[in-house]
């Protein structure tokens, strides 16, 4: 059984520019939530996909988008990066919508300068 | 808005000593309340609570949940220094689409 795995493993960026991060979920999990962990905090939920569509939020801006494709993996897509994006990116995928166990991928260690 | 607070936020303990880590918590419609162990990256699950006095253990590891008073307690005995690590909770509300974590305890078992 393959777990999550999300790419890439760090990324450095500036100010202004836009980043994509990636997830697979783990295998047999149709369901993909992203989660922002900055230095000395908890995971902050970001949103959750299931089905290609948002199935919920959290207090993040437009800027910070996703998408689901059909073989259940994810992108997370930030535009005019700001310096407080840097942080952790976590996604975590779970077997079904609505399941309350959520298992997490390694994370994208994201910089922007 | 929901909220989980944990306590403490770090701790160093020598190996073989018993921790108690707790969670208080503040879940709209709660579900569930999950423990997860943060070495480098992945938060890797530890137990998912939802019915108040019944412990749940893994060996070393046991929780319990408190439905009436809105805590939970993670329990490690004998610690050893592959326990060093940081130990989050989460809250899980009716939707369990989110989980809500507190910020965690950092926990350092010295050898």
């Known amino acids: 059984e393959t777990g999550v795995t999300q790419s890439p493993t760090h990324l450095i960026k500036t100010r202004g520019q836009q980043v994509t991060l990636r997830c697979s979920s783990q295998s047999g999990h149709n369901t993909v939530s992203w989660y922002q962990q900055a230095l000395g905090q908890g995971p902050q939920f970001i949103f959750q996909?299931?089905?290609?569509?948002?199935?919920g939020r959290g207090n993040f801006p437009p800027r910070f988008s996703g998408l689901q494709f059909p073989n259940y993996s994810s992108e997370l897509n930030v535009n005019a990066l700001e310096l407080d994006d840097s942080a952790l990116y976590l996604c975590a995928s779970s077997l079904y919508v609505g399941a309350d166990t959520q298992y997490f991928g390694p994370g994208t260690r994201l910089t922007v300068l | 808005e929901d909220k989980v607070v944990q306590s403490p936020l770090s701790l160093v303990v020598h190996e073989g000593d018993t921790v108690t880590l707790n969670c208080s918590y503040e879940v709209t419609n709660f579900r569930s309340l999950l423990w997860y162990k943060q070495e480098k990256k992945a938060p890797t699950f530890l137990f998912m609570l939802t019915s108040s006095g019944i412990e749940k253990k893994s060996g070393r590891l046991s929780s319990i949940l408190d439905k009436k008073e809105l805590f939970s307690i993670l329990n490690i005995t004998a610690t050893q220094t592959g326990d060093s690590a940081i130990y989050l909770c989460a809250g899980v509300g009716e939707y369990g689409n989110k989980l809500v974590f507190g910020a965690g305890t950092i926990l350092r078992v010295k050898s």
């Open positions: 996909y299931y089905r290609e569509e948002e199935n």
